[in-house]
């Protein structure tokens, strides 16, 4: 099953290179010395992870195709524009990413600041395009949990809490889960939710879906730490050994590398049980879980 799996992950892959391209490709007033920072940073890499569970999650109802791409854009948008950021002297000071220089060495700072946040901005564009009278109040619904998803109680917020916490003698454990929660985790919840919003999911389905992408965020920013202490760039794209060396507060370097993968396997138990209700229909959901905790990059 899971070379299927692959094969699902791959083609929403493809698809989302496509709409990129194309939405990068339109004719405006942007200047193409931008336009080329977000091609550099969106296109040609990545796991194209969340718009995958857009479309995953979306296939368990009746969604409209065209929103649910929409979507998925839209949050491939944001999650290329936090990397940006998160690449930044300012932030984690990283100088590669996916196998090549992060797009503040390619250009420079301020060109790198500024594509972040026009990719930023373009995701609730794409989400506000053509609403008609019969979908604005499901695209009202998906920009407004993207917005939170995103922002100061979400992935910013969790930023925030991330850096602060770096150097921190003694972390604690409720308070690095709720850094991975919003930094991480909050974008990924919006994605494995928001099938369901398209598909006019009653609320019982709504929050199944909602506490599996909760878990699945957790064990994705969990999976990236233990990588990151056993990893290597070749198969990582980006520098081995960072958190250890600023001093980041992680739940390997607070647990120990055993109990984490304890609590890796506990994160994926809790992700399986709450997709319960959909029965066989959400196999692929199921193999996602196992690719997070397995994969080796």
């Not at 506000?128 to 109680?153: D, F, P, Q, Y």
């Not at 050994?241 to 993968?261: F, H, I, R």
């Amino acid at each position: 099953m899971m070379k299927d799996f692959q094969t699902q992950l791959e083609h929403a892959a493809s698809q989302i290179e496509k709409d990129l391209k194309t939405k990068l490709a339109e004719r405006d007033e942007a200047p193409e010395s931008l336009l080329e920072a977000m091609r550099y940073a969106s296109l040609d890499g990545g796991k194209r992870f969340r718009p995958f569970l857009v479309h995953a999650t979306a296939a368990l109802f009746q969604a409209d195709e065209q929103l649910v791409r929409d979507t998925a854009l839209a949050i491939e948008c944001i999650h290329c524009y936090s990397l940006i950021h998160d690449d930044l002297p300012s932030m984690d000071n990283d100088e590669l990413r996916r196998g090549r220089p992060t797009l503040w060495k390619f250009t420079d700072e301020a060109t790198a600041i500024l594509a972040g946040d026009s990719l930023q901005t373009m995701a609730f564009e794409i989400l506000s395009t053509n609403a008609t009278l019969s979908n604005g109040l499901m695209k009202l619904e998906l920009i407004n949990e993207l917005a939170v998803a995103a922002g100061k109680a979400g992935m910013v917020g969790g930023q925030i809490r991330d850096m602060a916490a770096e150097n921190n003698d003694d972390p604690q454990f409720a308070d690095i889960l709720l850094i991975h929660s919003q930094k991480t985790g909050a974008l990924i919840t919006f994605a494995a939710s928001a099938g369901a919003i398209i598909g006019g999911a009653d609320n019982t389905s709504k929050e199944a879906l909602k506490l599996y992408g909760q878990k699945l965020g957790l064990a994705f920013q969990l999976k990236d730490d233990l990588l990151d202490v056993v990893g290597n760039s070749k198969d990582l794209g980006k520098t081995p050994g960072k958190d250890a060396d600023v001093g980041k507060a992680t739940l390997v370097s607070t647990l120990g590398a055993g109990k984490a993968e304890l609590f890796l396997n506990n994160l994926k138990d809790g992700a399986l049980y709450a997709l319960k209700p959909f029965g066989e229909k959400a196999d692929t959901l199921r193999e996602a879980i196992t690719f997070v905790c397995e994969r080796d990059r």
